[in-house]
Structure formats: structure tokens, C-alpha cells
């Protein structure tokens, strides 16, 4: 769409940051997520050609002061060609200023190639290490499994050496996780190098396995609802809001 001109309106509103798609869907299968359970764990890619040309006619293009690109991909560092766009990133901000500031979410396991396209991008963004949880009762419950420990404090120390910043991400209120579980997770990401962590609360999605009635009875999900951040706001003369569902009770996990 972008190169065909028809979004040069919202590359030109600088409130507006562009988003692209280098491939969509998701091989992994996490209960809290619709991601790959929508996609069947098939990934499809979209010509590199067209990927790169996008993102040079962005950089040209794009208003928005903060210079910021998403890229909406489930997996970056995924497929040898990221190393590539990565690279297109780099030179489209050598010729036109931008991106300075990128959004990417980060291959749940991370590979040679991975720490190679985010060597690159370094000064843009840093690579997120996410775990979830720790909990092997909870890793089980979501249908999730992590890279192994000392796995893990090897590509932070590697990441350290080459410049990429990480953190790690944490989700409290998943099933089969109490406090005293999840604050030793907190502990056992520390104790693996990792310096920053990221937590956040369980949100249910419509898609996800944990949104399912027989989940939430199965786990004694409590909820409520929350203004989503940053997602309200009055515009002209229509006040809108969007509003997320969010776990704050469990079988294990009190209110």
C-alpha cells in the first residue's frame, strides 16, 4: 500500500508513525496470545524486494519527528534476510534521517543471525529476551518453552560484548504462578545477567486459549476491566476509548 501512494496522507500527518510487515504469522503457540494460534504456526513471507522498498520510500516520506518505525513481525531475527533489512534500515538512515527510534518485537529464541541483524540496529533499538515466566508449572499451563538458563546468560554476555541493549519480559497473573514463584523468577533473570526486566499484567485476548471460558474455569481467572494506555482521547468531536480485559486474580494468585 505504501508504494502505490495511498498512505502518503499518514506519512505526512507527523503524529502518525509508519508500520510495516516483513512477514506475518507466528510458528509458536502461547496460550495468553492469538498470534500463532491464528495462523496456524504458518509464516508467510513477504517478497524482500517490496520489504525494502517500503522502507526506503518510508524514510524519505515520513513526517513524524520522533523518526520512529515499527515493524510489526511476530519473530525479527527469524529469517537470514532480516540481517539484510536490517541493513536497508541502517543505510535509509544514512541517506534520509531516519528511522533514529525502532519498534520490534524479537525471535522468542534467539539465533546467531538474530544477534547479527540487532548488532545492527543497535543504536535504534534494543532486543528483547522475553521468558514470560520461569515457572515450570506455568510454562507448561501456557504452552510455552524457553531457552535453557545458561543458554540464556550466554547471549546476554554476548550482547553485552556487541553493543545490543536487552531486556527481559515478565507476565504476572499467568496460571499456575504465585507470588513467591514469580518473585523468584524476577531473582533467577538477575542471577543470568540480565539487567533490565519488563513486567507486565496478563491481558486477555479474544483469539488466545487463556480468553476461553473452560481456561479461565480450569485456572480461576479473575478479571477486570482497564482504559487501554495512551488508546483514549477526544478527536474533533468524537471521544473514543478501547478498553482491555485483565487478569488480576488466579487459583494461585490472590486479588
Not at 499451563?141 to 550466554?154: F, K, L, M, P, S
Not at 483514549?232 to 471521544?239: I, L, R
Request: charged share 25%; proline share 3%; net charge neutral.
Amino acid at each position: 500500500a505504501y508504494l502505490s501512494g495511498l498512505l502518503d496522507e499518514f506519512l505526512d500527518n507527523e503524529y502518525l508513525v509508519p508500520n510495516i510487515e516483513t512477514n506475518r504469522g507466528c510458528p509458536y503457540a502461547c496460550a495468553f496470545c492469538h498470534w500463532g494460534q491464528a495462523t496456524h504456526s504458518m509464516v508467510r513471507k513477504y517478497k524482500l524486494e517490496t520489504v525494502l522498498e517500503e522502507i526506503e520510500y518510508i524514510s524519505k516520506r515520513s513526517k513524524n519527528p520522533t523518526k520512529l518505525l515499527m515493524i510489526c513481525d511476530a519473530n525479527f531475527g527469524m529469517f537470514d534476510r532480516d540481517i539484510q533489512i536490517a541493513e536497508a534500515i541502517v543505510d535509509c538512515r544514512a541517506k534520509y534521517d531516519f528511522t533514529s527510534r525502532l519498534y520490534v518485537y524479537t525471535l522468542k529464541n534467539i539465533l546467531p543471525k538474530t544477534i547479527q541483524a540487532y548488532e545492527l540496529l543497535s543504536s535504534m533499538t534494543p532486543m528483547s529476551m522475553s521468558l514470560q515466566s520461569v515457572n515450570p508449572r506455568t510454562l507448561k499451563a501456557i504452552g510455552r518453552t524457553n531457552i535453557r538458563d545458561e543458554h540464556y546468560a550466554e547471549i546476554v554476555q554476548e550482547c553485552k560484548r556487541s553493543g545490543i541493549r536487552t531486556h527481559c519480559e515478565l507476565i504476572y497473573g499467568l496460571p499456575e504462578e504465585d507470588y513467591a514463584s514469580f518473585a523468584q523468577g524476577v531473582r533467577e533473570v538477575l542471577k543470568r545477567g540480565q539487567e533490565r526486566i519488563q513486567l507486565y499484567l496478563h491481558v486477555l485476548y479474544w483469539g488466545g486459549e487463556t480468553a476461553t471460558s473452560a481456561y479461565r474455569k480450569r485456572y480461576g481467572l479473575k478479571t477486570a476491566y482497564r482504559f487501554q494506555r495512551s488508546s483514549f482521547g477526544t478527536y474533533k468531536d468524537v471521544s473514543a476509548a478501547e478498553i482491555e480485559e485483565v487478569v488480576i486474580g488466579t487459583n494461585e494468585m490472590s486479588v
